[in-house]
């Protein structure tokens, strides 16, 4: 705007920068900007700044002449003591047309900002002001930046959270399941029949005995030459233990442990 003002010929007397009283301390946003302004307007059009505090009518006026001192004193002191002037806005007609007086008996003025954009052919971020805005927008995007790196090594740490999370849960159902199988085992043994456990026994049992009983006679034989019994005899014996290990009815120890 200021650019099509300067090509349109439009004459320019002054700059005015409004502050409001009623701000406690000179911020970092309002120290920003003052930079800005400065370089706007530049060191040759200072004198054609006017320093306007306003909203008065918010504070008292003890409070508001001690802020209005701080800002001569500290922030304001350097385009002050280079020709521009403070003076305070009371909200009413009057005051407006005291401020506009002050602006209109001053010479025409080309603002820096105006002089780097139609005379020295700048873009806007190349000229001083527009650095400042620029540092500002760099700033913001390496925040922005920074902040987006962290939601990402967040997600990550999610992502890898629920990825551990799944593995343990599936672990857990594993042993969990071979934990009840080893209970339906169990249950399943407990509950098979004392008889058939002897059965099984007195089969095994008898498989034995059928695979002794081939050497019954050899045995039996050498056992009656050493004690010196007759031949007879030992025919006799052989019989004997031959007949009782084929006849032994191992089925009746079952059925008196099932009774």
């Known amino acids: 705007m200021l650019t099509a003002q300067y090509k349109l010929g439009v004459q320019l007397k002054g700059v005015l920068y409004i502050h409001r009283i009623t701000d406690i301390r000179f911020n970092r946003s309002s120290v920003k900007?003052?930079?800005?302004?400065?370089?706007?307007?530049?060191?040759?059009?200072?004198?054609?700044?006017?320093?306007?505090?306003s909203r008065w009518d918010g504070v008292t006026q003890a409070t508001g002449s001690d802020r209005e001192r701080q800002l001569r004193e500290k922030f304001w002191a350097y385009m002050l003591g280079r020709g521009s002037n403070m003076s305070r806005f009371l909200g009413d007609r009057d005051s407006a047309i005291a401020l506009t007086g002050q602006l209109l008996c001053k010479d025409v003025v080309v603002l820096e900002l105006q002089k780097e954009i139609v005379h020295q052919k700048k873009r806007l971020d190349q000229t001083a002001a527009g650095s400042l805005?620029?540092?500002?927008?760099d700033a913001l995007k390496a925040q922005y930046e920074k902040e987006l790196a962290s939601l990402e090594r967040l997600?990550?740490?999610?992502?890898?959270?629920?990825?551990v999370m799944k593995r343990q849960i599936q672990k857990d159902w594993e042993n969990e399941q071979a934990r009840l199988r080893k209970v339906r085992d169990e249950q399943v043994a407990l509950q098979r029949p004392v008889n058939?456990?002897?059965?099984?026994?007195?089969?095994?049992?008898?498989?034995?005995?059928?695979?002794?009983?081939?050497?019954v006679p050899v045995a039996v034989s050498i056992l009656a030459s050493m004690v010196g019994i007759p031949p007879g005899l030992t025919g006799?014996?052989?019989s004997w233990f031959t007949d009782a290990g084929a006849n032994f009815d191992f089925g009746s120890i079952s059925d008196l442990l099932a009774f």
């Open 133 to 137: 805005v620029n540092d500002n927008l």
């Open 196 to 215: 058939q456990e002897v059965d099984q026994q007195i089969a095994r049992k008898k498989s034995g005995m059928s695979r002794i009983l081939p050497f």
């Open 155 to 163: 997600k990550q740490e999610l992502l890898e959270s629920d990825r």
């Open 33 to 53: 900007t003052f930079e800005i302004l400065k370089g706007v307007v530049g060191p040759d059009a200072l004198q054609n700044v006017l320093l306007v505090t």
């Open 236 to 238: 006799l014996l052989t």
